[in-house]
């Protein structure tokens, strides 16, 4: 599915993410069950459900916070971990998990920032000390970003003097400070006041339409009928259904989608 943002006819983009048939158990749990989806480049995918409804696992065993119990994910063509024939998942080494993972940048819901930092010196941080670069080569980039963001005037000040939407926005461009291929989202707006939200919107609809490859779990609908080129929904640990924005919208197609969009709409 092209992004909404490219131009008509544009061919869909080479996979970004391929996720192959999930199962993630916490104990007796099975909170993932056979979920699979492919993000091209450029694609912006929203992920809609209920609490508790495994999202944010699935984020997070993409980027390798959580390990799957089998299935296959590779990032970028590159294989993180696969199921062999006798039912055992093996991951690449190590290093090798490390540096696949480093495609993607992640934002979190509570921004996860260093309090003891600067707004700039959390930019930095990451490629400081995973890049091995050095502060005066990366700051200008930095302070570019910041700008991007619109918080550069802030470099300075720790996060305690800003507002929830002012973190998150520092929290994205961290993340891109790494210059990832790929970034996810897990409810970013969910933590702040609406009158806040807005902002974090922007940023994420302006990064959209420079054509990152985006996976968003929101519950902002307008974002995703807007900015996604299309919408899953999961429920229970199902992906139950996936489809371009405006039919996901106009045209879902399973009960248990209805009655969730019925309850946010
Ligand atoms: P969502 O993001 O859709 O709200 P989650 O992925 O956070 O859903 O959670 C899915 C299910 O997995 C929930 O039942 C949750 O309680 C459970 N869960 C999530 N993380 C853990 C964990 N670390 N240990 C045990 N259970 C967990
Ligand atoms: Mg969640």
Redesign the pocket.
């Known amino acids: 599915m092209p992004n909404k943002t490219s131009d008509a006819g544009d061919h869909a983009g080479a996979p970004m993410i391929e996720a192959q048939g999930l199962h993630k158990r916490?104990?007796a749990?099975p909170?993932l069950k056979n979920v699979s989806l492919t993000l091209r480049q450029g694609e912006v995918v929203a992920v809609i459900?209920?609490?508790?409804?495994?999202?944010?696992?699935?984020l997070r065993c993409l980027n390798h916070l959580e390990t799957i119990d089998s299935g296959r994910i590779a990032i970028e063509g590159e294989v993180l971990a696969q199921t062999d024939a006798q039912g055992r998942c093996h991951y690449a080494s190590e290093r090798e998990v490390r540096r696949i993972c480093r495609k993607m940048g992640m934002v979190f819901q509570h921004f996860n920032l260093f309090p003891h930092l600067t707004v700039l010196e959390n930019v930095i941080e990451a490629p400081l000390r995973v890049k091995g670069l050095a502060s005066a080569d990366i700051t200008p980039k930095a302070e570019a970003l910041l700008a991007k963001v619109g918080l550069l005037d802030k470099r300075h000040n720790y996060p305690a003097r800003l507002s929830g939407g002012q973190k998150q926005r520092v929290a994205i461009a961290r993340a891109l400070a790494m210059e990832p291929d790929i970034m996810l989202f897990d409810e970013p707006t969910s933590a702040l006041d609406p009158e806040l939200t807005g902002e974090v919107l922007r940023t994420m609809r302006q990064l959209a339409d420079e054509h990152m490859t985006m996976l968003v779990?929101t519950h902002e609908m307008g974002f995703a009928r807007e900015v996604a080129s299309s919408v899953v929904f999961?429920d229970a640990?199902e992906l139950i259904e996936a489809q371009p924005a405006q039919a996901f919208f106009a045209n879902p197609q399973h009960a248990r989608t209805r009655a969730f969009l019925n309850h946010m709409l």
């Open positions: 916490f104990g749990t909170v459900g209920p609490s508790g409804s495994g999202k944010s696992t699935f779990v999961m640990g």
